[in-house]
């Protein structure tokens, strides 16, 4: 579904952001690019539709060269969630959501029905519709981008760092609500995130990044057992290690 073929990223003068990347997602996987501040996570996935272009290689969407593709027309076939959120602050929720779809020439009466089943998939009331966003938490605005991301259905999400604004307990819901939305919807997701522990729980494909280039693709179970380097090695040594402080934590609190 998505195909990167010896693709790089350069600006001006400077040493390639991006170096031969190579790698497949293919339709209804979840993977996850992690790796360093600076690594290329987020240019990897603004590649994907075209927010910026590559200085070489070919990205494929569904078997096309996206190069020969409308940009717009290509993004508003890819649902894109980011961290930042960008509700449009004067517009209500309801227009918020049906905005891609009301662009794309959608009936009124459809777009109305699809915005009250993405406030159920998301698991906000309908009485959200008529509200703006700055009356709702930012969970809830979260939900609301996601919900907006969905609205055009599409099959492609691409997703940075969508969760890493909120609190521990909303991000721990939140993400596992749209793990079941990625499942019940048979969506093709590709997050970046920083925290390999939730690159872990979440994906079934995990792409590490390092300067610019990739040094490992795998299965998390993969990553767990035979890490590729020490880069590698280092990222996944931060959940053992938080599992293990907790364990030792639990510990001391049953000798009490």
């Known amino acids: 579904m998505i195909h990167f073929e010896q693709v790089t990223k350069a600006y001006g003068g400077n040493p390639a952001v991006l170096r031969c990347l190579n790698f497949q997602v293919r339709p209804g996987e979840f993977v996850s690019l992690i790796g360093r501040s600076g690594c290329g996570k987020s240019t990897t ?11 070489s290689g070919t990205i494929r ?27 449009f602050p004067h517009l209500t929720i309801a227009e918020n959501i049906g905005i891609t779809p009301r662009l794309l020439g959608w009936p009124a009466v459809e777009i109305k029905t699809r915005v009250r089943e ?11 519709e008529s509200r703006l966003p700055r009356e709702l938490s930012g969970g809830e605005q979260q939900r609301i981008g996601l919900a907006r991301a969905l609205a055009a259905r599409p099959r492609i999400m691409l997703m940075d760092e969508p969760f890493g604004a909120l609190d521990p307990l909303v991000r721990d819901e939140l993400a596992a609500d749209y793990s079941v939305i990625h499942r019940q919807l048979r969506l093709t997701t590709v997050l970046v995130t920083h925290d390999m522990t939730e690159a872990l729980l979440l994906s079934n494909k995990i792409i590490v990044q390092h300067a610019g280039g990739i040094v490992q693709i795998g299965t998390p179970q993969k990553l767990l057992s035979a890490p590729a380097d020490e880069v590698v090695a280092a990222l996944i040594e931060s959940p053992r290690r938080r599992i293990g402080q907790l364990t030792r934590l639990l510990e001391q609190g049953s000798m009490l």
């Open 45 to 55: 996935l603004s590649l994907i539709n075209r927010l910026i272009e590559p200085t």
């Open 61 to 87: 969407v569904d078997g096309q060269d996206i190069a020969t593709t409308n940009p717009v027309a290509l993004r508003r076939r890819i649902g894109f969630v980011f961290q930042g959120i960008g509700l």
């Open 118 to 128: 993405l406030l159920d998939l998301v698991r906000l009331p309908p009485t959200c």
